[in-house]
């Protein structure tokens, strides 16, 4: 799995994360899990313990959703896969560093350049881990399947975040899409 990219997409309770694991644990190899979620409320907090007490005591937990890529070297002296969960959870967060923003009136210019430096981020992310040689698993949410939201910073956030997944879509080696707890393989 060296130097290798897995996609697990899907909708919200459809199995992803459980399929990742499997993914990671069917190594049989040293995993690393970076989780990118920020306990900011009670029911995040609460997603954030569970998913801490399903995945194996033996893999190792980085933190964090910004230069994720800067982790990758040391993740790969003591692992040989990393699985990171989620993408669409680190495209929020980076997305809400930009404190300042009033997103109903931000300009195309600024949506821009906020969706650059988050390619960027993904980009060096994927290069990373082909330089270092690692397996990786990505988990994110297929957003693209459900109405049109009603609101400016949840549309920004959709088209963001299905970018960024045709993006990795693009580059890994293996595609999975979960419906139900069942992983169909795309690519």
């Known amino acids: 799995m060296s130097g290798y990219i897995t996609l697990v997409t899907g909708g919200a309770r459809s199995g992803k994360s459980n399929y990742a694991e499997k993914l ?7 995993v690393a899990y970076v989780a990118t979620a920020i306990g900011f409320d009670d029911g995040m907090k609460d997603r954030i313990k569970k998913h801490r007490e399903s995945r194996p005591k033996e893999w190792t937990t980085y933190e964090g959703y910004k ?3 800067k982790m ?5 002296r003591n692992h040989e896969v990393v699985l990171l969960d989620c993408i669409t959870i680190m495209v929020t967060n980076l997305m809400f560093d ?3 923003i009033k997103w109903d009136s931000i300009t195309h210019e600024k949506i821009d350049e906020i969706e650059g430096n988050i390619e960027e981020q993904v980009r060096k992310l994927l290069q990373s881990v082909r330089i270092h040689k690692l397996g990786m698993i990505l988990v994110t949410n297929e957003l693209g ?3 049109v939201p009603d609101n400016r910073i949840s549309r920004i956030f959709r088209d963001i975040a299905g970018r960024i997944n045709q993006m990795i879509a693009k580059e890994a080696d293996e595609v ?3 419906v139900s707890g069942l992983p169909m393989k795309l690519k």
Request: glycine share 4%; charged share 30%.
């Open 24 to 30: 990671a644990m069917d190594t049989s190899k040293s």
């Open 67 to 69: 230069d994720v890529y």
């Open 72 to 76: 990758i070297e040391e993740i790969s």
């Open 98 to 100: 930009h404190k300042d």
């Open 145 to 147: 399947m459900g109405i």
């Open 176 to 178: 999975y899409f979960t």
